[in-house]
């Protein structure tokens, strides 16, 4: 992410849930999210959609016009909404089970939470919500609420954490983590860009932190993702790619599955379930008249933490 600049793929992933929520007449929802247009603002809205129609160079951004929805139609079915609108439901209707299962006495940490809007939309008081994400997305996100007038719910923490010089389960705990709470921890669109101990680094640090039953839900991209034949058969992560990297935000490389489930076992959590790239297409895509397809590398996990 580049300094001193909220987050643009956050900005982009709000703008899918808007444009899906509002614009999308293609039915059924994959995820309606009734608050991201609010959340984003007009003129932001308008903003994200001119850098999408302009090749993703903000250098052409122009406010005294609109962007079309016929110029951006293509590059949002194919490279931008997938990916946050089906994990988005994958953790939500995971968090609902979740919350069922202990009478909705839980904690919700949501690592990378970018201008996610459960806390203003989630019913249940007795989720108690950790936001972490980096000081200028989170500021970003704090100063748009602000301008909305919403407030701010009573069991909704903003952690913000700068992973250069912060320690996450210090910043949590200072934020009044509690450790005996059934905790479940969603970490969305992050592993894209670490590599593989950094990411088994941060899912140490919430086993630590969490008590047996607890569980962590993440998506990442598989190992063929860069392969010299994956990117001839199927480019769009590879594009996908190239494209965050314009934007300040260069995805790393893809993990097998085994190495996901050794990263997660050395830490005593196991895989509940995996939706790999075909459950993906047809849980949340196949109902649809329209090009909206999954990614071919992309893989979803619940793990859960138990004692061996």
């Known amino acids: 992410m580049i300094e001193k600049q909220e987050s643009i793929t956050a900005k982009l992933c709000l703008f899918a849930r808007a444009y899906h929520s509002g614009a999308d007449s293609q039915s059924p929802k994959i995820f309606d999210d009734y608050l991201s247009f609010d959340l984003m603002g007009r003129s932001e809205y308008e903003e994200i959609g001119q850098l999408i129609e302009n090749d993703f160079d903000s250098e052409k951004y122009d406010e005294n016009r609109w962007f079309r929805y016929s110029n951006i139609k293509d590059v949002l079915y194919k490279y931008i909404l997938p990916i946050p609108l089906s994990r988005l439901s994958f953790a939500e209707h995971a968090l609902a089970d979740f919350a069922e299962a202990h009478d909705g006495k839980i904690q919700y940490v949501i690592c990378g939470a970018g201008m996610d809007s459960f806390a203003f939309r989630n019913i249940n008081k007795n989720i108690r919500i950790f936001e972490i994400d980096h000081p200028d997305t989170q500021a970003y996100k704090r100063q748009r609420i602000k301008k909305l007038e919403w407030t701010v719910p ?15 389960k210090d910043r949590l705990l200072q934020s009044g983590f509690d450790t005996t709470l059934p905790t479940f921890t969603a970490i969305l669109g992050v592993s894209y860009y670490l590599t593989l101990p950094v990411f ?109």
């Open 154 to 168: 009573q069991n909704l923490t903003f952690v913000p954490v700068d992973f250069s010089k912060d320690n996450l």
């Open 200 to 308: 088994e680094e941060t899912l140490r640090i919430i086993s630590e932190l969490t008590n047996e039953g607890s569980r962590v839900i993440f998506d990442f991209p598989d190992d063929s993702t860069f392969s010299e034949r994956q990117s001839e058969l199927n480019p769009r992560v590879k594009e996908l790619a190239e494209v965050t990297k314009r934007l300040g935000e260069p995805m790393l490389h893809g993990f097998s599955v085994e190495e996901i489930k050794g990263a997660l076992e050395r830490h005593s959590m196991f895989v509940d379930r995996h939706e790999g790239p075909e459950e993906i297409q047809k849980k949340y895509f196949s109902n649809r008249k329209d090009d909206l397809k999954a990614y071919e590398n992309v893989h979803f996990i619940v793990a859960e933490k138990k004692t061996v």
